[in-house]
Nanobody, 126 residues
Framework: QVQLVESGGGSVQAGGSLRLSCAAS????????LTWFRQGPGKEREGVAS????????VYADSVKGRFTISQDNAKQTLYLEMNNLSPDATAWYYC???????????????????WGLGTQVTVSS
């Protein structure tokens, strides 16, 4: 059974940085598609950054390009999201999601994933 556990959230001031982690168990990151999503207060869930671990292809939401970086450490079975120059609109619960089977190009669509973590909260104050 796939388990995804996010960590690294917290409270920061605008302009600050955070690194989120998503530890996977019962699962091999190799040749999979994994993605970070977020859902802010009163907002719909949105895909933030996606990676295909087989080749390292990535896709980012326009709102985070140049500031967020998704990466993985296959040996540690962990997905990361480095977030820099944070703004208050980044305040949200952040979730990692994965495809269980060997897959495919990155995607920011929530319907593409069958395993989800419980999330970690990020609060950015102005």
């Amino acid at each position: 059974q796939v388990q995804l556990v996010e960590s690294g959230g917290g409270s920061v001031q605008a302009g600050g940085s955070l690194r989120l982690s998503c530890a996977a168990s019962g699962y091999t990151l190799s040749r999979k598609r994994l993605t970070w999503f977020r859902q802010g207060p009163g907002k719909e869930r949105e895909g933030v950054a996606s990676i295909y671990t087989g080749g390292g292809s990535t896709v980012y939401a326009d709102s985070v390009k140049g500031r967020f970086t998704i990466s993985q450490d296959n040996a540690k079975q962990t997905l990361y999201l480095e977030m820099n120059n944070l703004s208050p609109d980044a305040t949200a619960w952040y979730y990692c999601a994965a495809t269980r089977g060997i897959c495919c190009l990155p995607s920011l669509s929530g319907s593409a994933y069958d395993s989800w973590g419980l999330g970690t909260q990020v609060t950015v104050s102005s």
